[in-house]
């Protein structure tokens, strides 16, 4: 059975910081690129940051490049996300994926190309 399961979401104010964690089980971790998504009420879910097996290439959003990090931790089978200078606009539930890919591509930041999913945690903003 695949599990992947976040946690570290909670209420901040601006300019705080987060790490998110992810951890896994039932898939070989070290096979498959990670993924942080996020959804916010009313909007469609969108890519943050992703990762390949190795944690050698990564891909990150606009919004996130510059205050985010994602990592990972293959012995551990983990994946994190540390957001560094929380807004506002970064409240959302953020989802940890997993997938298998031949190559990065532009349709890497699809929800649709990610296999498996997270419940999510939540992560609140406040100014």
């Known amino acids: 059975q695949v599990l992947l399961a976040e946690s570290g979401g909670g209420s901040v104010q601006t300019g705080d910081s987060l790490r998110l964690s992810c951890v896994t089980s039932g898939f070989t971790f070290d096979t498959h690129f990670m993924g942080w998504f996020r959804q916010a009420a009313g909007k469609e879910r969108e890519m943050v940051a992703a990762?390949?097996?190795?944690?050698?290439?990564?891909s990150y959003s606009q919004f996130a490049t510059g205050r985010f990090t994602i990592s990972r931790d293959n012995a551990n089978k983990s994946a994190f996300l540390q957001l560094n200078g929380l807004q506002p606009e970064d409240t959302a539930i953020y989802y940890c994926?997993?997938?298998?890919?031949?190559?990065?591509?532009?349709?890497?930041?699809?929800?649709?190309?990610?296999?498996?999913w997270g419940q999510g945690t939540q992560v609140t903003v406040s100014s």
């Open positions: 990762l390949s097996p190795s944690g050698g290439s990564r």
């Open positions: 994926a997993a997938t298998q890919l031949t190559a990065w591509s532009f349709t890497t930041k699809l929800p649709e190309k990610w296999m498996y």
